[in-house]
């Protein structure tokens, strides 16, 4: 899907966080948003998905404006800083969730949920809690989750600033990986610049 912001500006009462951003992302693409904290990225990212509200400009999805459209509407996967796993759910459980609140079907749910663990090398961990898994383990399935319900776009909010150094490398190439495999257009947001340069 191609993406297009013009002239998005986001003002908190007198202080303005974005100011007049335009950027066209082609189908497919992958993106990152570089900078240092406080300059804006997760406000930017934050419109996109529909959580805040936009002050000024347009948001484009292919040839719809979805400025005004609420979060659920826009076939969005967003991955957190904080992987936001459900701690009393299963991997398969946390992967699921997204479609289980779509009512479909518990078989198919788990045949897209096992789709998606593959996809991240989670496969052989559907059973466990988030509290048996690494850093690098939940960040995955917090992936996978993100993609289970076949987005449109992809944001990925600092999703590696938790781990350490080593685990933080292995997974830049991971979701350089996962981003080739599905083609699906994805924002990555990052204050690390050979972590921006990496990964785009």
């Known amino acids: 899907m191609r993406v297009r912001m013009e002239h998005l500006t986001k003002k908190f009462g007198t202080f303005t966080a974005v100011d007049d951003f335009s950027v066209v992302l082609e189908d497919g693409e992958l993106m990152c948003l570089l900078g240092p904290s406080g300059c804006g990225k997760s406000t ?15 948001i484009w999805f292919d040839e719809e404006d979805v400025t005004e459209l609420p979060p659920e509407q826009r076939g969005i996967g967003l991955v957190f ?3 936001a796993l459900y701690p009393h759910m299963t991997v398969m459980g ?3 969730f997204p479609l289980e609140i779509q009512k479909m079907p518990k078989a198919e749910r788990e045949d897209r949920a096992e789709a998606m663990a593959k996809l991240v090398h989670m496969e052989g961990m559907l059973g466990r809690k988030p509290k048996q898994l690494s850093g690098g383990q939940q960040q995955r399935v917090a992936i996978a989750r993100a993609l ?5 776009l992809l944001l990925l909010d600092e999703p590696l600033s938790n781990l350490d150094a080593r685990l933080r490398l292995e997974m830049r ?5 996962i981003q080739q495999e599905t083609h699906i257009t994805t924002i990555f947001v990052t204050h690390d ?5 990496s990964i785009s």
């Open 44 to 58: 930017v990212l934050n419109m996109l998905a529909g959580i805040l509200p936009v002050t000024s400009g347009r």
């Open 81 to 83: 800083q904080n992987y």
């Open 94 to 96: 946390n992967i699921t």
């Open 148 to 152: 289970v319900k076949n987005p449109r």
């Open 173 to 177: 190439e991971e979701i350089r990986r």
């Open 193 to 197: 610049q050979e972590e921006a340069m």
